[in-house]
């Protein structure tokens, strides 16, 4: 084995930049596990061993997170595009009562879009007027007094526009999509319904969605369901109705590992990410709008930083000499084009400052 | 890296033995794949990099399986069980139709279970009163004249009965879960509607369905469908919808690159299968009545061997013995008790003549 691979520094929003420890102790392990004799990817989901990689991965994220024991921590199949689905399915189908869905950018609108196909949706303030650069004031909102739950996006991933708190609802379940920055920040689960995301931006490979959901909720479930999208039935079976993506479940196990192991606590790491944004986010003011920044300052994202160069030829330029120098993913997404750097717990400072770096030398050649 | 890494032979029904030439090129390039500078599980599912995986992947399948043009090949998540509902959501919802389910075992009936939340069901075939030991010949088949399509279980995981060949269903499309024997022989796929199996048995790791569709029947899909579970849609984008689990792609395209490279047909693969459950079969039907079969033998699998012995206990201290001398997962499923082997193209010949001389030796030492 290469110990000495040559890894450039990946600024893809999703599927993203891993922790290299946790890398190395699955490569470690790839045809056996110790004492095993087997990958993790051949042994049953109902072994011992897996069953302690699940209860790991489950015992770290609550830790982190500090979930209360009124919360189940699930591990599930579809990507939070499937999550869009089980929400509405579990908690607005026949629910007699609206959803009312906050939209900050494009993952809000397609959960919305999603949902309309289960019941009423409510659109209580949607940012696409304004191109999606912030995210709402409180008195801005038109809530639906008996909704079903309020849906919101946390962190953006295309357009960079991040809460910089949860959205206060009342008594009203709170669903959040933190897809691209849960685990990047400490946020009072007990505030939320449900938090779900998708692996493969701060958790682990793609494959996997981590749902914690308030456990009365799981009442809402009707029998009438497919059984793989049943909250309640996916809860009693501790994630294990059917076979679950395994390899994926043991990634994030060892992910959640490095952040105790390297951080400890949420605080510490929402403290790493703001540093690593701060010095990105410097060079962009500080660049006397060569580097447009595409949220407002107030509500920009510490996990995808989104900017503009002066002309489409230039930020293609600029994508494709910061590959060339090992900076890679850089394209801002087909949707909205510009550039983006994501900048995930697992992207080292290194990294962001090798970019910064970068952008200043790039802006004396091309400003 | 230990290159005497010591491995079992492990028997298990799924997650399942893989190849270890797979095994060993995704731990070589764990860290970074050549080229690249990032891992496998790092890269955007958009990239060139991955796209090539994908689209590799789906060549081998159509080379192994031979799929004719007509047919596209997806990979979706939710194991063969979210299948169960997406069959019946896209081709019997709606459809004004019944859909016919011929049950030869434990995941038959369940496929049946989520098809009835759908629409309606008619049981073409049940061999439960029969505990499961063989499949039905044509002219016991109950078929509608206007089924949406006739649902099959090419071979039963848990009980170990496998259909010779598929059953002669005319014009109604036939639907198949092929989970356990997927890629294990040569099939007529222009004799299908469509072929889907979870990947944890015979083609990869856990986390990934393959999913082999007929152009026609994408026709069938309802816009009103969660995006996620839509066939058309998801053959539209290619299975690149949202974020598909790309690990898990990944390592399909390893194991069939090792499937081309090794036996290069399926004929040649089947009659390695052949090879190695007729040598445990032997030993079962030489025992003198040690060791009972549990299917009858002209519909027994290939994939998976099940037998009982005169007791429990000995069946527990079987599987005891048995794992310390490193023949492991030989277990049967808890619902139907026993002993399984799973003898999956990955399982080596070595494996199934160790696991047959363990047999005899335990059935002198207690027989």
Redesign the interface.
């Known amino acids: ?1 290469d110990q000495d ?4 520094f ?1 600024f ?7 922790p ?1 420890p946790a ?2 102790q ?3 392990d ?3 596990l110790p004492g ?4 993790v ?7 011992k061993t897996f069953s302690e990689i699940l209860e790991k991965a489950k015992a770290n994220v609550k830790t982190l997170l500090r979930v209360p024991d009124n919360y189940r921590i699930l591990f599930l ?6 999550q ?2 089980m929400v509405a ?1 579990n908690l607005l189908r026949g629910s007699g009562k609206p959803a009312d869905y906050i939209i900050t950018g494009s993952w809000g609108g397609k959960a919305a879009k ?1 949902a309309k ?1 289960e019941g009423t949706v409510n659109i209580a303030w949607d940012g696409k007027n304004e191109n999606y650069v912030r995210v709402p004031d409180r008195d801005e909102l038109k809530l639906s007094p008996d909704a079903a739950y309020v849906h919101f996006t946390s962190n953006e991933t295309i357009q960079g526009v991040q809460f910089p708190a949860e959205p206060s609802v009342g008594d009203i379940p709170l669903v959040c999509d933190a897809s691209s920055d849960i685990l990047s920040r400490p946020i009072p689960v007990e505030r939320y319904g449900i938090i779900y995301a ?1 692996a ?1 931006k701060n958790i682990g ?4 969605a981590l749902v914690i959901i308030r456990e009365d909720l799981l009442e809402r479930s009707s029998e ?6 049943n909250y309640k039935l996916m809860a009693e079976e501790n994630s294990l ?8 479940i043991y ?1 994030i196990m060892l992910v959640t590992n490095w952040l105790l192991d390297t951080f400890k606590t949420l605080e510490r790491v929402a403290e790493n990410n703001t540093k690593k944004a701060s010095l990105l986010y410097k060079v962009i003011d500080e660049s006397n709008g060569f580097y447009k920044g595409h949220a407002q300052p107030k509500w920009r994202s510490n996990m995808n930083v989104t900017w503009r160069l002066p002309s489409e030829d230039l930020e293609k330029e600029f994508v494709r000499e910061a590959t060339s120098v ?1 900076l ?2 850089l394209k801002g997404h ?1 949707s909205v084009g510009g550039c983006r750097a994501s900048i995930y717990n697992a992207m080292p400072l290194e990294g962001v400052e090798t970019l910064c770096a970068f952008m200043k030398d790039f802006q004396q050649k091309h400003g």
């Open positions: 084995m691979v040559k890894r450039v990946n893809s929003a999703g599927p993203a930049v891993l290299v890398l190395k699955a490569q470690k790839l045809l056996a095993v004799g087997a990958s990817m051949e042994i049953s989901h109902r072994s199949q579809g990507g939070a595009s499937l869009f689905s399915m999603e196909k998708g493969q490979p793609s494959g996997v009438t369901l497919p059984s793989l999208l109705y059917n076979t679950p993506p395994t390899f994926a990634m090992g890679t993913e087909r």
